[in-house]
Nanobody, 118 residues
Framework: QVQLVESGGGLVQTGGSLRLSCAAS??????????VGWYRQAPGKERVLVAS???????TYADSVKGRFTISRDNAKNTVFLQMNSLKADDTAVYYC??????????WGQGTQVTVSS
């Protein structure tokens, strides 16, 4: 059974930093066919992509976070990270980790709340 557990969310002031982690069990990131990503959903809005690392290694960021957020993965620890710097009020959302396999399987974490206060 695959599980994704996010952590690292919380309350931070504008301009601050947080580092989100997503620990995966039931699969192994050493399988290069897995892509990983972070999404976020603000109240009343749709869930949108924040950053992703595709199975081929390509990294994508939403325009709104470029230069501030960094996604990384530690295959040995089966963990994905999202370093978030220079946080803004607009970054307030529930952040979700997603892992997908090129053969179609997709898994989501339960989400972690990030609140940026001005």
């Amino acid at each position: 059974q695959v599980q994704l557990v996010e952590s690292g969310g919380g309350l931070v002031q504008t301009g601050g930093s947080l580092r989100l982690s997503c620990a995966a069990s039931g699969l192994t990131f050493t399988d290069s066919r897995y892509g990983v990503g972070w999404y976020r959903q603000a109240p009343g809005k749709e869930r949108v992509l924040v950053a992703s690392i595709r199975s081929g290694g390509d990294i994508t960021y939403a325009d709104s976070v470029k230069g501030r957020f960094t996604i990384s993965r530690d295959n040995a620890k089966n963990t994905v990270f999202l370093q978030m710097n220079s946080l803004k009020a607009d970054d307030t959302a529930v952040y979700y980790c997603r892992v997908n396999h090129i053969l179609g399987a997709t898994y989501w974490g339960q989400g972690t709340q990030v609140t940026v206060s001005s």
